[in-house]
C-alpha cells in the first residue's frame, strides 16, 4: 500500500482525500496556490506544499512544480481530484516516468476516451450506440460545415472535442444559428482549452443526463455501481443530483449497467470512471462521454451503496481485483451543489469574504466543504463551496431533509445558490421526478424563482 499521496488539487475534494487516506493510515501532502494558503485542505494535511501564485497555469497546472513536490516530500502516488490535471495524458504520463503512482486511469484511457471524437468511435466498435454525427476534428472551410450539419440534421449541438464543464458548447435548432453558434463555440473552447477542434453531432431535446458509475481493476473486469440523474443544469453544468433516478426503470437501470461495463471492459479501463448517456423520452439512450476520474457527484453513490469511491481508487491503483458484484441501490441520495453565485443574474459568480457560516447536521445529512465562516472565497477558481448530501429510505424523505438541510444552512457575506435550491425543492414538477436537462430554462422567465433578495439565508 502507498505510504504517502500527494492531492494534486484543491478545495473540498482534496480535503475529501485527505480524510480517506489519514483513515487507511496513509500519509498526505497538500499543494496550494498562495490564494489558498488558508483553505482547510492545506491544515488538515501531513504536509503542505506551495506551488505558485493564484493563477491555475502557474499553480495546479504546472506539472513540473508539483512533480517537483512530490519528489521532494517523497510522495509515492499522486491523487489528482476533478478538474485541473485529472484527466491530463502528460501529467499520468509523467507520474509514471518519475516513479510516483498516479491514481487514475493509464495515459493511453485517458487520450482515448478524453477525447470525444475518439471515444465515439471507440465505443461505436465495442456495438454501443451513439448519437449521429461528425466522426473526425471540423476545422474546415464553413461551407463544409453546413454540408455536415444538413446531412446529420437539425436541431444538432456544437461541442469541443476535448475539455468539459460546459463550456465549447451551443445548442443550434436551425440553419440560421449554425454560424454565429459555431464561432462562439470555437471561441470558447479555445479560451478554455487552448484548442479549437470541434464537432457536430444530432441533439436530442429535452433529454435526460444519466451517468452510470464504474469501477474496473487491472485484470480487465468491471463493475458498475448503478446510476446518478444530472439532468438538473444550466449551462451545461450540473446543479443538483440524485440516485437513483425518478426516470429509470428497473429493467432500464439493468440494461444501462451492463452496456456501462460492456464499454469499460472493451477498452480494458482501470480505476473510477463514469460513462454518461442521454435518454430521450421514450427511454433510448445514447453513450454521450466517458469521466475518466472522480466526479463531484459521488457522493451520492457513497450513499447509496455503502462504500467510498476515494478507498477504492486507491485499492484499484494498488492492485484490487474485484469480485465483478454490481451495486443496485439500497437508499435514496441528492446532492445540491453551493456555489458562491447569484442566481438572479444568470448565476454570476460572486467571490468574496464569508462573514458567518452554520452548516446543517443530523441522521442522513453529509457536508462536503473547505470554507469556514472568515473564509474567503477566491475569484481564479471554480465557484463551488460546498455540498449538501441528504440520504433517506425513500426520494421523498431525502427531499424532506434537503429542504430541512438548506434551511439551516446559514451563509453571509456572499450570495449562494441555496436560495434557488430550496425554491426548487418546492416545486412540482421536480418533486414529480418530471425534468430534463432544459428544465432550468423553463423557470428562467419566472423571475420569482430566482429572486432571493427576500430571503436572509445567502
Known amino acids: 500500500m502507498f505510504k504517502k499521496i500527494l492531492i494534486a488539487n484543491r478545495g473540498e475534494i482534496a480535503l475529501r482525500v485527505i480524510r480517506t487516506a489519514k483513515e487507511m493510515g496513509i500519509k498526505t501532502v497538500a499543494v496550494y496556490s498562495t490564494a489558498d494558503r488558508h483553505s482547510l485542505h492545506v491544515y488538515f494535511a501531513d504536509e503542505a506544499v506551495c506551488i505558485g501564485p493564484p493563477s491555475p497555469y502557474k499553480s495546479y497546472l504546472n506539472v513540473p512544480n ?17 478538474g485541473f490535471l485529472s484527466e491530463n495524458a502528460y501529467f499520468s504520463s509523467m507520474c509514471k516516468k518519475h516513479g510516483i503512482k498516479f491514481i487514475g486511469p493509464l495515459p493511453n484511457h485517458i487520450i482515448q476516451m478524453g477525447n470525444k471524437i475518439s471515444a465515439k468511435k471507440t465505443m461505436k466498435k465495442a456495438g454501443i450506440l451513439c448519437l449521429p454525427g461528425s466522426d473526425f476534428f471540423l476545422e474546415s472551410s464553413y461551407k463544409e460545415i453546413e454540408k455536415i450539419a444538413e446531412k446529420i440534421g437539425y436541431p444538432l449541438i456544437i461541442k469541443a472535442v476535448s475539455g468539459g464543464g460546459g463550456k465549447g458548447i451551443r445548442s443550434v435548432l436551425d440553419k440560421e444559428g449554425l454560424k454565429r453558434s459555431w464561432e462562439e463555440a470555437k471561441k470558447e473552447s479555445f479560451a478554455f482549452f487552448g484548442k479549437k477542434d470541434m464537432y457536430i453531432e444530432k441533439l436530442i431535446l429535452n433529454p435526460r443526463h444519466i451517468e452510470i458509475q464504474i469501477i474496473s481493476d487491472q485484470y480487465g473486469k468491471a463493475c458498475h455501481l448503478s446510476e446518478r440523474d444530472c439532468s438538473i443544469q444550466r449551462r451545461n453544468q450540473k446543479l443538483l443530483e440524485e440516485a437513483p433516478s425518478p426516470f429509470l426503470t428497473p429493467s432500464l437501470r439493468k440494461k444501462m449497467g451492463e452496456v456501462a461495463i460492456k464499454a469499460a471492459e472493451f477498452i480494458r479501463y482501470e480505476g473510477v470512471g463514469t460513462i454518461e448517456f442521454l435518454v430521450d423520452k421514450n427511454r433510448n439512450f445514447y453513450f454521450m462521454e466517458m469521466n475518466t476520474r472522480i466526479q463531484v457527484e459521488h457522493p451520492i453513490t457513497e450513499e447509496i451503496t455503502g462504500l467510498d469511491l476515494i478507498q477504492e481508487q486507491i485499492f484499484l491503483a494498488n492492485g484490487k481485483k474485484l469480485s465483478g458484484k454490481n451495486y443496485y441501490p439500497k437508499m435514496y441520495s441528492m446532492e445540491c451543489r453551493v456555489n458562491a453565485e447569484e442566481p438572479s443574474q444568470d448565476f454570476r459568480p460572486v467571490p468574496g469574504k464569508i462573514t458567518q457560516m452554520h452548516l446543517p447536521g443530523g441522521k442522513g445529512v453529509r457536508i462536503d466543504t473547505h470554507v469556514y465562516a472568515g473564509y474567503r472565497v477566491p475569484h481564479y477558481y471554480d465557484s463551488m463551496i460546498a455540498k449538501i448530501i441528504t440520504t433517506a429510505k425513500s426520494r421523498k424523505e431525502t ?21 434557488f435550491h430550496k425554491q426548487l425543492m418546492q416545486n412540482n414538477d421536480f418533486l414529480k421526478g418530471d425534468y430534463n436537462t432544459n428544465f432550468l430554462d423553463t423557470l428562467h422567465s419566472d423571475s420569482n424563482f430566482y429572486d432571493n433578495e427576500s430571503n436572509p439565508n445567502y
Open 66 to 82: 508539483l512533480i517537483s513536490a512530490a519528489e521532494i516530500t517523497n510522495a509515492d502516488a499522486i491523487h489528482p481530484g476533478y
Open 399 to 419: 427531499i424532506e431533509k434537503m429542504r430541512r438541510s438548506l434551511d439551516e444552512f446559514v451563509i453571509e457575506g456572499i450570495r449562494t445558490t441555496v436560495p
